[in-house]
């Protein structure tokens, strides 16, 4: 990520408790940095930490209604120098969006998107993209993968693992457990680069979206980055 985004992404790293969490503490995990000398392990550590914001963020904004403490951290992002960057420039209007949104509106929003009446807008699961189904074959592949690497789903949650949110918190979590970015890429290509850039599109023309369009726009130029960023095994 360009630095002049780097200081306005200071969200909290941790990612919030939500669809999964840790279950194995010991599960196989092996250092990002390889010979890459001080410099470059410092600026490593520094892009994964805005990595792993970016994933907790927007999993903070796909898991519920964003509450007025979220918006006021999203808030921040107003502040990206907009240029020909399309990453910078979703930034910066997901900012200005979330300094003008109210938390009541965002929960009809919301609503409508993803709950309705028997079905929302959009269907946020990564079997309904792949198959046309919910809780099919690419959940139970999803749900060996996370127990291999030491995740499940949280206690108290009714929400399937393939949601969009929960496969942002897994990266979040992946990344700031120490995860390699091998693991970290291989995760991505078998949950996430298949059905992340189709969701984001439909969302951004969702007819109930108005705030989630700026949402919509930075997931899409997030994805596009952290693709390509995965693909460099840096």
């Known amino acids: 990520m360009k630095s002049k985004c780097n200081?306005?992404?200071?969200?909290?790293?941790?990612t919030p408790s939500g669809i999964v969490d840790r279950v194995r503490d010991?599960?196989?995990?092996?250092?990002?940095?390889?010979?890459?000398?001080?410099?470059?392990?410092?600026?490593?550590?520094t892009e994964n930490q805005y990595r792993a914001v970016a994933y907790s963020m927007l999993a903070a904004l796909l898991r519920n209604p964003p509450e007025?403490?979220?918006l006021n951290r999203v808030t921040g992002l107003a502040d990206v120098i907009e240029d020909k960057d399309e990453f910078a420039v979703a930034m910066s209007m997901?900012?200005?969006?979330?300094?003008?949104?109210?938390?009541?509106?965002?929960d009809d929003e919301f609503h409508a998107l993803f709950i309705g009446i028997g079905r929302g807008e959009l269907v946020p699961?990564?079997?309904?993209?792949?198959?046309?189904?919910?809780?099919?074959?690419?959940?139970?592949?999803?749900?060996?993968?996370?127990?291999?690497?030491?995740y499940q789903r949280s206690d108290g949650t009714r929400e399937p693992e393939d949601?969009?949110?929960?496969?942002?918190?897994?990266?979040?979590?992946?990344?700031?457990?120490?995860?390699?970015?091998?693991?970290?890429?291989?995760?991505?290509?078998?949950h996430i680069a298949s059905w992340f850039g189709t969701f984001f599109r439909d969302l951004g023309e969702a007819k109930s979206a108005v705030f989630y369009r700026s949402v919509a726009r930075f997931?899409?130029?997030?994805?596009?980055?952290?693709?390509q960023y995965l693909a460099m095994g840096v």
């Open 7 to 14: 200081e306005t992404m200071s969200m909290q790293t941790q």
């Open 68 to 70: 007025q403490e979220v």
């Open 94 to 106: 997901l900012g200005l969006s979330a300094r003008a949104a109210r938390p009541l509106e965002l």
């Open 125 to 150: 699961y990564g079997s309904w993209y792949l198959t046309g189904f919910l809780m099919e074959k690419p959940l139970g592949v999803l749900r060996d993968d996370l127990a291999a690497i030491g």
């Open 163 to 190: 949601h969009v949110a929960a496969l942002c918190e897994v990266m979040a979590l992946m990344i700031n457990d120490g995860h390699s970015l091998e693991q970290q890429r291989l995760f991505f290509d078998r």
């Open 26 to 45: 010991d599960a196989p995990k092996f250092s990002n940095q390889r010979g890459r000398g001080e410099t470059g392990d410092r600026d490593q550590a």
């Open 219 to 227: 997931g899409k130029a997030f994805f596009d980055f952290d693709k």
